[in-house]
Nanobody, 122 residues
Framework: QVHMVESGGGLVQAGGSLRLSCAAS????????MGWYRQAPGKQRELVAQ???????NYADSVKGRFTISRDNAENTVYLQMNSLKPEDTAVYYC????????????????WGQGTQVTVSS
């Protein structure tokens, strides 16, 4: 089963920026709608940004105007540009959605990856 491998997290001061990336762990044909999620300690995982295969996006209110989700369909990669970071953005960030393993397959759900830690200091 395929999962996404997230990277780009780190420690940043409030007001700083980070760019997260995720790519498939194995060979796939195509990604469908993809989302970036985050989970802070003691909290439930939440969806922060989503992008369809055609590029339509939507965002959680808490990140609108600060985060931008994008994708490279040729590389089956998804990005999250995070600007004006706040301490409350501190969490493990995950990328997930569904994919086609082959051109003739139905879409399947991706497994959850390990995520990438984002820590914003005040």
């Amino acid at each position: 089963q395929v999962h996404m491998v997230e990277s780009g997290g780190g420690l940043v001061q409030a007001g700083g920026s980070l760019r997260l990336s995720c790519a498939a762990s194995g060979s796939i044909f195509r990604l469908n709608t993809m989302g970036w999620y985050r989970q802070a300690p003691g909290k439930q995982r939440e969806l922060v940004a989503q992008i369809t295969s055609s590029g339509r996006t939507n965002y959680a209110d808490s990140v609108k105007g600060r985060f931008t989700i994008s994708r490279d369909n040729a590389e089956n990669t998804v990005y999250l540009q995070m600007n004006s970071l706040k301490p409350e953005d501190t969490a493990v960030y995950y990328c997930n959605g569904n994919y086609k393993p082959y051109s003739y397959s139905d879409y399947r759900n991706l497994d959850w990856g390990q995520g990438t830690q984002v820590t914003v200091s005040s």
